[in-house]
T-cell receptor, first 113, second 112 residues
Framework: GESVGLHLPTLSVQEGDNSIINCAYS??????FIWYKQESGKGPQFIID???NMDKRQGQRVTVLLNKTVKHLSLQIAATQPGDSAVYFC???WGAGSYQLTFGKGTKLSVIP | DTAVSQTPKYLVTQMGNDKSIKCEQN?????MYWYKQDSKKFLKIMFS???????INETVPNRFSPKSPDKAHLNLHINSLELGDSAVYFC???????????FGPGTRLTVT
């Protein structure tokens, strides 16, 4: 299940199940979104991105869905593996000629073997 | 080969000291960044440099100063360290006019 509060939101899933990590972004004018994975003791790594003119993009075992109406982004991981355990961040670009990324709060994914 | 590297990985120091964190990228990127990640894992951008020109400064205290001797390096110098500066600092780089940023492994700074 998922817990949200003062601490980092955590999602626990059984190995082999699908995972869905959600993100509410802040700026309705944002035109680009990216998901990063951060393993313990490491820097964030790119997973997948999506532009605002799309509502779905698929990668290898991952799918990103974008709902601009409610400013919601999700990352779906198929057949979750222990190596998927990490903190996942969504980030948005506010457009207007800037390439700066604004990061969300992060969700910790724990995979139960 | 490490794309974005930072030194040191760990830095423990006392309040009031001055310290520097170094960052190097071998990707040929034009833009480099510094982020601060707090204990709740929140990532906040501090600076970015594009061709030796500061283009973003997110209201960071002026005790923090980025220094870029060349396109491949962006060092972070911190004066008069405070307890609240304790965090993990990440360097990142990107191609000019590209969104995707490549992050270094981070430097954990502890101020005692």
């Amino acid at each position: 299940g998922e817990s949200v509060g003062l601490h980092l939101p955590t999602l626990s899933v059984q190995e082999g199940d699908n995972s869905i990590i959600n993100c509410a972004y802040s700026n309705s004018a944002s035109d680009y979104f990216i998901w990063y994975k951060q393993e313990s003791g490491k820097g964030p790594q790119f997973i997948i991105d999506i532009r605002s003119n799309m509502d779905k993009r698929q990668g290898q075992r991952v799918t990103v869905l974008l709902n601009k109406t409610v400013k919601h982004l999700s990352l779906q991981i198929a057949a979750t593996q222990p190596g998927d355990s990490a903190v996942y961040f969504c980030a948005e670009n506010w457009g207007a000629g800037s390439y700066q990324l604004t990061f969300g709060k992060g969700t910790k994914l724990s995979v139960i073997p | 080969d490490t794309a974005v590297s930072q030194t040191p990985k760990y830095l423990v120091t006392q309040m009031g000291n001055d310290k520097s964190i170094k960052c190097e990228q071998n990707l040929g990127h034009d833009t480099m960044y510094w982020y601060k990640q707090d204990s709740k894992k929140f990532l906040k951008i501090m600076f970015s440099y594009n061709n030796k020109e500061l283009i973003i400064n997110e209201t960071v205290p002026n005790r923090f100063s980025p220094k870029s001797p060349d396109k491949a390096h962006l060092n972070l110098h911190i004066n008069s360290l405070e307890l609240g500066d304790s965090a993990v600092y990440f360097c990142a780089s990107s191609e000019l006019a590209h969104y995707e940023q490549y992050f270094g492994p981070g430097t954990r700074l502890t101020v005692t």
